[in-house]
Each structure stands twice: as structure tokens, then as C-alpha cells.
């Protein structure tokens, strides 16, 4: 009997922390940073320059768009800013994303070598 005792407490024990284990490991992924790609539409350096600095706002800890794959690559803190806030700012400064086509008004602001709609090739 006293075998048996033994053996379901370890177990238990065993249970409990490996359980405990899983569920801090789990935290720890979800408390870190986040690496999304997002597609974003743009021609020229100016235009880097501008949708890096757009996508920098903050819980962003890294942002480089790509000109050639026309994405942007941003890492992130997923508790402090949502996917969907970095692509509003970089709408608001006048590139398009995947989710959020930025405002004509912006788009319109943007200097000659940026316009990037109606089929302009990237340079």
C-alpha cells in the first residue's frame, strides 16, 4: 500500500511540473517578440526611408523594407502594438500595405519619384 502511495504522489509531483513547465515556456513565447513580413508598396530610397521610419513606432524594435520584394520586415512586441497599428502608420504616411490602402490626400502629398500606383516601376 505504502508502494503505492509513493508511486501516484511522484507522479503527481511529476505531473504538476512538467504541467508548470510547459505553461512558463508557453508565457515566455507569447512575452517575446514577433517577426512579420508585410507587404508594402513603394519605388525608391525616399520611400524606404520613409515606410522604416513609419513602421518605428512604438513596441517596434526593428523595421527594413525590402524595395525588390516590396516587404516589409518588422519585429515587434505584440503586447505593446498590434500588426494592424504598424500597418495603419505606414498607410498614414502614404504606402499601401496588404490590409490598409494609405489616403489620397497623403498618397497625393508623396514627392514625384514615390508615386508608386497606376504601374510605376520600381527603380
Excluded at 509513493?6 to 508565457?27: D, H, V, W
Excluded at 523594407?65 to 494592424?84: G, M
Aim: with cysteine; glycine share 6%.
Amino acid at each position: 500500500m505504502k508502494f503505492i502511495l509513493k508511486f501516484l504522489t511522484a507522479g503527481m509531483l511529476f505531473f504538476l511540473c512538467t504541467t508548470n513547465a510547459q505553461a512558463q515556456s508557453e508565457k515566455v513565447i507569447s512575452d517575446g517578440p514577433t517577426e512579420i513580413a508585410i507587404p508594402v508598396s513603394g519605388v525608391c530610397k525616399m520611400c524606404k526611408s520613409r515606410i522604416e521610419n513609419a513602421a518605428l513606432i512604438k513596441g517596434v524594435k526593428f523595421a527594413e523594407w525590402d524595395k525588390l520584394a516590396q516587404t516589409l520586415k518588422v519585429v515587434y512586441k505584440p503586447q505593446k502594438v498590434s500588426a494592424l497599428e504598424i500597418h495603419a502608420a505606414v498607410a498614414t504616411a502614404g504606402h499601401d500595405t496588404d490590409k490598409i490602402k494609405a489616403p489620397n490626400e497623403v498618397y497625393s502629398e508623396l514627392p514625384g519619384c514615390c508615386a508608386y500606383r497606376d504601374g510605376v516601376e520600381v527603380h
